[in-house]
């Protein structure tokens, strides 16, 4: 895998106005890999992007792009292309002239620019749109534009910023299948920088879970959607009941008031841990078979499943199941074993 | 960093091409010698002088009552035509609007001397009267200016929403659509009233010994060759505007962090 | 409804009296003679001042072109500095904006004279005098100190408006510096730049206070002319008219070539 890395950080840390808003980051980027940084606005993600397309210089730590380093080297001479979060598209110019912007900067002969702006125009589905200006495009549009833009230079990356942010929920979802096959078809690597859990689930091959300027955790989306590593992975991807225990030693967990079996090992004793378990994965039983039970607080019906809060030891557990329980009455939960997460507390910040 | 040092090196000189002029005129306004060139001594003495010399006093107290005077009558009358322009259709519009283009494109010396034919036609000697009607006639279009903006920002159904909430169209009028281009209507009147202080062109032609302006006044004074005054005048001009600069700049920072807590 | 198109009427009427019969009067004037015949000689006369109007375009064109020149990367500058940094300098370019322009000028004399302070600080040197001042030279220098920020605000307002991303969307294609300039930032300041130049030129050609104080006798331009014709000894307001006529048709010409260039788009927002 090692020999296959195209772009690596090295103790990267930026300082923006005295603050460091990315703390020595290390990361190591494939060929042909989608590999998409996730995390809540302001925890670096686009920072670490426009550090790799060359906007932004690191304060510390080294940026190689295929075993050389680039640090210096202008945004100009990368051979890296960005979607802008919202397009940048140039005004000035139409559809066509806006996608041949990157060719004509190389000097490339019309013929070839014609033939070659055509195809990827095709590629994006925008054929026809030619001698549009960019302000009579629909946002959908506009955003393949930029898409066509930036592949026009035959990139080895490219860099997406939140492309899809300001689309909605139906075309996002179009445009992100839509992506994902242009990268196959075009065989190069894609850095995504989302917040959408989903988004990046669907998509990647790997996701960097990233918050206040660090890595929290790398992986397949598998990986991270079922092991998380801390509380805050859990709760960020998919929906999560966390909740306080005490591991008492490996395999038996302590929270809401009974022992639990668990899959877990390797904690302190007595250790103080985040319980993570997925609403998902509580099961619905009669409350005298249940390892515990609640009283039905709310239900509220979201097309798939039923989302139902329930009250139990102190604590408001989301539940997602296909039935639905009465409002007001008891029930029983149980929760196998090996969907019982647990983590060591974050430190508090 | 090069670069930036680079800029700020090219915004200093820009500046120091700005500033020495006035920096110039105040440093001799303290000078004793009558003469530009020679400095002998610091001294208030012109100051002194200034505040006795009768015409600039006449003129300052002329150039502010018909600042004053035109720079309200042209926030009404263009309050007004702003709201009518903006009820009218795209034709109708578009021609009130090129009227209104036409004094702030026209060259202010050619202004100047077609109202001065006007008046001599109809015989209206020139005098206060001329030099308000000259200088209505040249900030209306700024007022327009400023509340056409806020006149097209606005939502329409705000006005529906008062009637609605059981105003009657005169309420709703002044308790909704005013307050609403307000601002606009204050930056057209500080516009006009600025522009009517600064004049001198048009009213040059348009007014008489008697009713000289300030800027008027200051022309006759430079057409003499040695006029230390002016360089006192403009050191109390200039630091006025300062003051009232920094005060509307720092209110307005102000209010900006105040909305950005308010989104935050 | 609050839509009333009626109280427009005074301005109308204000606007018809005040602003539409005078420029008749001034056409009329032009076309008469002084008992009131119609005549084409007072415009056959403005040929006489063919030097005059020559030269009033030609420092005219050159201020201007300064001005842009000085207030091009200026106004970048200020258009990519933090908010703060942006007040800072607006507040800085409006301020002598402020103050009479009578004012400004008067004190280029007392810089450029023969005993000024330029002369004075070269002498210490050994040079000069210089003469400087009642040359076009001190007449071009005035109007760019003038009208600079007229240049300035319409190309800082475009400016504005050019996203950062923009620029470095550009960049990420390839551009170098050089070619973000002239394939972005360029094109996309045009309006500015002809508003600019529509703001400086017309002030320019037609001033006549700036010349009379710092050209002297030496460079009369068009407004000197006029000005002449209607409160100088020559007192000839049909002569007058007809000039005045001439400088509204070169202003016009240069509005329809500044035209050409863009669309006219925001003129409104440019203009305040």
């Not at chain 1, 292309?81 to 190389?106: C, D, I, M, S, W």
């Not at chain 1, 390892?291 to 102190?314: N, P, R, W």
């Not at chain 2, 670069?3 to 700005?18: I, P, Q």
Request: hydrophobic content about 45%; overall charge negative.
């Amino acid at each position: 895998m090692n020999e296959n890395v195209l772009i690596s950080l090295r103790n990267v840390a930026v300082d923006y106005d005295g603050e460091r808003i990315l703390h020595n980051i290390d990361l190591d980027i494939n060929d042909k890999e989608f590999v998409t940084l996730l995390g809540p606005s302001g925890c670096g993600k686009t920072t670490t992007l426009r550090i790799i397309g060359g906007f932004v210089e690191p304060t510390e730590g080294d940026v190689f792009f295929d075993g050389e380093r680039i640090n210096d080297l202008p945004p100009y001479k990368r051979q890296v292309n960005t979607v802008f979060q919202r397009y940048a598209l140039f005004p000035h110019l139409n559809v066509f002239e806006n996608v041949e912007f990157g060719l004509k900067l190389h000097k490339v002969p019309e013929q070839e620019r014609r033939t070659r702006v055509k195809e990827m125009l095709e590629l994006v589905n925008l054929k026809g749109y030619e001698h549009r200006t960019i302000n009579r495009l629909s946002g959908g549009q506009q955003q393949r534009v930029a898409i066509a833009r930036a592949l026009i230079n035959h990139p080895r990356v490219l860099l997406l910023d939140e492309p899809l942010g300001a689309l909605d929920l139906k075309l996002r979802k179009e445009m992100q299948v839509e992506l994902k096959r242009i990268q196959q078809s075009l065989e190069i690597t894609f850095i995504y920088v989302t917040h959408d859990q989903e988004e990046a689930l669907t998509m990647s091959d790997r996701v960097v879970v990233m918050k206040d300027g660090n890595i929290l955790q790398q992986g397949t989306p598998q990986d991270i959607y079922n092991e998380p590593a801390n509380a805050f992975v859990a709760d960020f991807i998919g929906e999560s009941n966390i909740v306080d225990g005490i591991m008492h030693r490996d395999f038996l967990v302590e929270f809401a008031g009974r022992e639990f079996d668990c899959v877990d090992k390797g904690f302190d004793e007595q250790e103080r841990v985040d319980v993570v378990i997925r609403p998902e994965d509580i099961k619905i039983v009669p409350s005298i078979t249940g390892q515990f039970s609640g009283l039905v607080e709310s239900v509220t019906f979201k097309g798939v499943h039923y989302e139902m809060i329930v009250d139990a030891c102190g604590y408001k557990w989301m539940i997602h199941s296909t039935h639905a329980e009465e409002v007001g009455s008891m029930v029983g939960m149980s929760v196998e074993p090996n969907d019982i997460h647990i983590m060591h507390k974050m430190e508090e910040e | 960093m090069k670069k930036s040092w680079l800029s700020r090196c090219y915004v200093g000189l820009v500046m120091f091409f700005l500033y020495v002029p006035i920096i110039v005129l105040i440093v001799y306004s303290f000078n004793e010698n009558k003469s530009r060139g020679v400095w002998t001594g610091f001294s208030l003495k012109w100051y002194r002088e200034l505040f006795h010399n009768e015409i600039i006093l006449q003129s300052l107290s002329n150039t502010l009552i018909v600042a004053v005077i035109s720079a309200i009558l042209a926030t009404l009358l263009g309050t007004a035509a702003a709201i009518g322009i903006f009820s009218m259709g795209r034709k109708a519009r578009s021609l009130a609007m090129n009227i209104t283009y036409f004094p702030i494109i026209n060259p202010e010396i050619v202004m100047g001397v077609s109202l001065m034919l006007l008046f001599a036609m109809c015989g209206i000697s020139l005098g206060y009267l001329t030099l308000i009607i000259a200088h209505v006639t040249f900030c209306t279009p700024y007022v327009i200016l400023n509340v056409m903006p806020k006149l097209r920002q606005m939502d329409n159904h705000i006005y529906e929403a008062a009637l609605d909430l059981g105003c009657s169209p005169m309420q709703a009028f002044y308790k909704v659509i005013i307050p609403e281009i307000m601002p606009g209507i204050l930056s057209g009147l500080m516009m006009s009233f600025t522009y009517s202080l600064d004049d001198f062109i048009i009213s040059y032609f348009v007014s008489s010994s008697t009713s000289q302006t300030l800027p008027i006044t200051i022309y006759s004074m430079t057409r003499r060759k040695v006029s230390p005054e002016i360089n006192a005048l403009s050191a109390i001009i200039f630091v006025v505007v300062l003051v009232i600069l920094i005060a509307v700049n720092v209110y307005g920072a102000r209010q900006e962090k105040q909305q950005q807590k308010r989104y935050l | 409804m609050f839509k009333n198109r009626a109280v427009s009427a005074p301005y109308l009427v204000w606007s018809a009296i005040f602003v539409i019969i005078p420029l008749g009067l001034v056409a009329y004037y032009a076309l008469t003679t002084r008992s009131g015949e119609f005549t084409l000689d007072n415009l056959a006369r403005v040929g006489q001042y063919a030097p005059v109007i020559m030269s009033s375009i030609l420092l005219s064109i050159i201020a201007t072109i300064i001005s842009l020149i000085v207030a091009y990367p200026l106004a970048f500058i200020m258009s990519r500095a933090s908010g703060n940094t942006q007040r800072t300098y607006m507040m800085l370019i409006m301020l002598p904006m402020w103050m009479n322009f009578l004012l400004r000028t008067y004190s280029w004399m007392t810089i450029l004279e023969r005993n000024g302070l330029i002369n004075r600080f070269l002498e210490l040197f050994g040079i000069g005098p210089l003469t400087m001042i009642n040359t076009p030279g001190a007449v071009v220098l005035g109007m760019i100190y003038n009208y600079l920020p007229f240049m300035i605000l319409p190309l800082y307002t475009t400016m504005l408006k050019i996203e950062h991303h923009t620029i470095e969307a550009a960049q990420d294609l390839g551009a170098t510096p050089w070619q973000v300039l002239s394939r972005v930032i360029i094109p996309l300041s045009m309006p500015g730049v002809t508003t600019g130049i529509t703001m400086v030129f017309v002030p320019c050609i037609s001033t006549f206070a700036i010349s009379r104080m710092l050209g002297g006798g030496s460079s009369m331009l068009i407004g000197d002319l006029i000005e002449l014709q209607f409160l100088g000894n020559t007192y000839n307001p049909n002569l007058g008219a007809a000039i005045s006529m001439v400088l509204m048709v070169i202003i016009l010409i240069c509005m329809a070539m500044m035209n050409m260039f863009d669309d006219g788009e925001d003129k409104e927002a440019m203009l305040l």
